[in-house]
């Protein structure tokens, strides 16, 4: 499957972005889909992850309250709605999917598909 992230940008802090993964692929429903982020000389870390068709989500504790993971299978569509931005959540958003579990994971190697990643930046 091949994803395609888009909706990165400069925005201040405190204020929102959304960001959106399409995936190509037939089977959207059978996937467990993600979000990470990498900031400049650090790891990718785990955001926010969403269950295959019951649509129960995972968040890191960074972000929750502030961001909001949601699909949409009948468009093949992963959302992060990112509200109330801070300087430390810039970074490279990445989506992914993993199909070999029913649950979401947050875990990297679970997930064999990665997108390109999209640039969010919070200026403080």
């Known amino acids: 499957v091949q994803l395609q992230a888009s909706g990165g940008g400069l925005v201040q802090a405190g204020g929102s972005l959304r960001l959106s993964c399409a995936a190509s692929?037939?089977?959207?429903?059978?996937?467990?889909m993600g979000w990470f982020r990498q900031a400049p000389g650090k790891e990718r870390e785990f955001v926010a992850a969403?269950?295959?068709?019951?649509?129960?989500?995972y968040y890191a504790d960074s972000v929750k309250g502030r961001f909001t993971i949601s699909r949409d299978n009948a468009r093949n569509t992963v959302a992060l709605q990112m509200n109330s931005l801070k300087a430390e959540d810039t970074a490279v958003y990445y989506c992914?999917?993993?199909?070999?579990?029913?649950?979401?994971?947050?875990?990297?190697?679970?997930?064999?598909?990665w997108g390109q990643g999209t640039l969010v930046t919070v200026s403080s």
């Open positions: 969403i269950g295959r068709n019951d649509g129960r989500t």
């Open positions: 692929t037939s089977t959207f429903s059978r996937y467990v």
């Open positions: 992914a999917a993993d199909s070999q579990r029913i649950l979401s994971t947050y875990r990297v190697p679970d997930y064999a598909y």
